[in-house]
């Protein structure tokens, strides 16, 4: 199931984050592994030849994409139109600081860390204003 599959790596990510932070020895580089095994492994499972280094190779500029697309999710959000989000999706695809942690071959944590960071604001905004569903007072 793939929910269980989710949950599973989101406790490794969570142990390989607390063991770091209590002082144990870890590699910087253990999350985006995972990552990048997780990645090779679905894409496997939908029958997609790659090889793990490619996908290493383009796994930034892959998230450097989907933060675009987060940018515009979380600016439209806020600000209720289109364009807005259209300009923050531009801003974030060619600001130099981004570019250069977002380039094919940087395989480094930022650009995962980046996409995680956008994606959480716009997943908390969006549930702000949510109306909930399992309202009591209905």
């Known amino acids: 199931?793939?929910?269980?599959?989710?949950?599973?790596?989101?406790?490794v990510l969570c142990i390989q984050v607390n063991d770091k932070i209590l002082g144990g020895i870890t590699n910087d580089?253990?999350?985006?592994?995972?990552t990048s095994y997780?990645?090779?492994?679905?894409?496997?499972k939908l029958s997609v030849p790659i090889d793990i280094r490619n996908?290493?190779?383009?796994?930034?500029?892959?998230?450097?994409?989907?933060?675009a697309i987060s940018a515009y999710m979380l600016t439209r959000?806020?600000?209720?139109?289109?364009q807005a989000g259209l300009f923050a999706a531009l801003f974030m695809a060619i600001v130099p600081?981004?570019?250069?942690?977002?380039?094919?071959g940087s395989?480094?944590?930022?650009?995962?860390?980046?996409?995680?960071?956008?994606?959480?604001?716009?997943?908390?905004?969006?549930?702000?204003?949510?109306v909930r569903s399992f309202d009591s007072r209905k």
């Open 1 to 11: 199931n793939l929910g269980i599959l989710l949950v599973e790596v989101s406790v």
């Open 29 to 34: 580089m253990q999350g985006l592994m995972t």
């Open 38 to 44: 997780v990645i090779y492994w679905v894409l496997h």
């Open 55 to 67: 996908v290493c190779v383009f796994l930034a500029p892959c998230f450097a994409a989907i933060t």
């Open 77 to 82: 959000e806020i600000t209720r139109k289109s």
């Open 97 to 104: 600081s981004y570019m250069s942690r977002s380039v094919a």
């Open 107 to 130: 395989y480094d944590n930022e650009g995962v860390a980046i996409f995680a960071l956008v994606f959480t604001f716009f997943v908390y905004i969006k549930s702000l204003n949510t």
